[in-house]
């Protein structure tokens, strides 16, 4: 018996169906998905190549990527990482004036005690005169003082991370020591060292901080701190091993509060060589700049990159014992990075979500007090400075005139090209 012939209708729907999937199915053949990162890659050098690299003043650059800033009297000093630092005349934040660029290999982090710059260069510690900004000389090289990097002290020879930009077929999560590390992190000093010295002030995920008379920095897994009674000549004094996954430093009277991925650290520094810690506060994996007062400590936890197991936190924690400090509060944010405390106001940068600003004279109820939301620039860290609010993104650098807390008041910007 002959089967009966399907409807019009019905046939056109049939072929429609079929056509779809036959194109579906095309299409996904011919879908190829490819990822882009901008990376890090281990890279070798012999120091002898380094050390024979032109180190000091050139004219003026723009700038291309930018990491730590740091504040000093007029000036503003911006680290190009790897590359060297900017130099900003800031004596009028509605008009910063861009007048020199310090060429340093290496360079990521600095901190400037009256006229000298400190500043690294991959595995040495470099020392500036910078009386004159204009000219700018270099007066001290200490050598070997950053040894984390060698991978064979004998031959001279040491590994570094460099940019890069890498394509892949599948994503690419974390750098386990020998891999590819993601670039998480574009990568202060009120009331700190009791009088001694003239202090600039850096943002909140300084590595490099001035205290006491002495420089104390931080990498991945130590704190090393120098005698700089002597200025133009720093002195290495020691080393102390604080664990995996340290990344910024913050001062505040004698106490130096250092933020890692896993917790944060509370050193007292009353007799500034010998550091004694204090405390270990530790919460999950997540990355870490914290600033403190007297009574409070402010610590913003973030997802992203390497810390994509984190939350997206303030919390504030009570250190007025600071051997035992207690979290108060947790405040949920988007996605925040440095932050910058101003008496009772606290300004936190959220990345691509723009910039926030609180009251924080009662630390229970600062989801509460929100003053503003500025949305449409990316904010990464920022200082509090004695001109201006300085907030530093991925394409801009903005000041900001903050006398009215509330109510911020932009300056000027300089573009990131």
């Not at 004036?97 to 340093?104: Q, V």
């Not at 470099?126 to 001290?140: A, G, K, Q």
Request: glycine content about 8%.
């Amino acid at each position: 018996m002959k089967q009966p012939l399907l409807p019009a209708a019905a046939m056109l729907r049939t072929l429609l169906l079929f056509a779809i999937i036959l194109g579906f199915n095309s299409c996904q053949d011919q879908v190829e998905s490819t990822y882009t990162y901008q990376a890090k890659i281990p890279v070798s050098i012999k120091t002898e190549v380094f050390r024979s690299s032109y180190v000091g003043p050139v004219a003026p650059k723009d700038i291309n990527k930018t990491g730590k800033i740091y504040v000093f009297d007029d000036y503003l000093f911006i680290n190009e990482p790897n590359n060297g630092i900017h130099v900003i005349d800031n004596s009028d934040p509605a008009n910063p004036n861009n007048i020199s660029f310090i060429e340093i290999p290496g360079a990521a982090d600095l901190a400037i005690n009256d006229n000298i710059l400190y500043a690294d260069s991959y595995i040495d510690l470099l020392s500036f005169d910078i009386s004159d900004p204009r000219d700018i000389s270099l007066v001290n090289r200490e050598e070997d003082v950053f040894t984390n990097y060698y991978t064979n002290h004998e031959e001279g020879l040491f590994t570094i991370l460099k940019d890069t930009v890498i394509t892949s077929e599948e994503p690419i999560r974390t750098w386990d020591g020998g891999g590819i590390w993601l670039d998480a992190m574009n990568f202060s000093s009120a009331e700190a060292g009791g009088g001694q010295g003239n202090y600039g002030q850096g943002g909140s995920m300084a590595r490099f901080t001035l205290a006491n008379g002495h420089l104390y920095t931080v990498d991945d897994y130590d704190l090393r701190l120098f005698d700089i009674s002597e200025k133009a000549d720093p002195e290495f004094v020691k080393q102390i091993q604080l664990g995996w996954g340290i990344e910024t430093i913050f001062p505040f009277k004698d106490k130096l509060f250092i933020g890692s991925t896993t917790g944060m650290h509370i050193y007292d520094i009353s007799v500034p060589a010998t550091p004694q810690q204090l405390s270990v506060y530790s919460h999950i994996t997540s990355c870490d700049p914290v600033v403190a007062n007297d009574d409070y400590a402010f610590v913003t936890l973030r997802s992203g990159n390497f810390c994509q197991q984190g939350v997206n936190l303030l919390e504030v924690l009570d250190i007025s014992d600071p051997s035992l400090p207690k979290l108060l509060k947790s405040y949920p944010m988007d996605n925040p990075h440095g932050l910058g405390l101003a008496e009772d106001y606290l300004y936190v940068c959220e990345g691509e979500y723009g910039l926030k600003s609180f009251n924080v004279s009662d630390v229970l109820k600062i989801d509460q007090n929100q003053l503003e939301h500025l949305q449409g620039l990316n904010a990464i860290d920022l200082i509090p400075g004695p001109k201006s609010l300085i907030v530093i993104g991925s394409k801009v650098i903005t000041q900001y005139d903050y006398s009215t807390p509330s109510k911020l008041k932009q300056l000027s910007s300089i573009s990131i090209e």
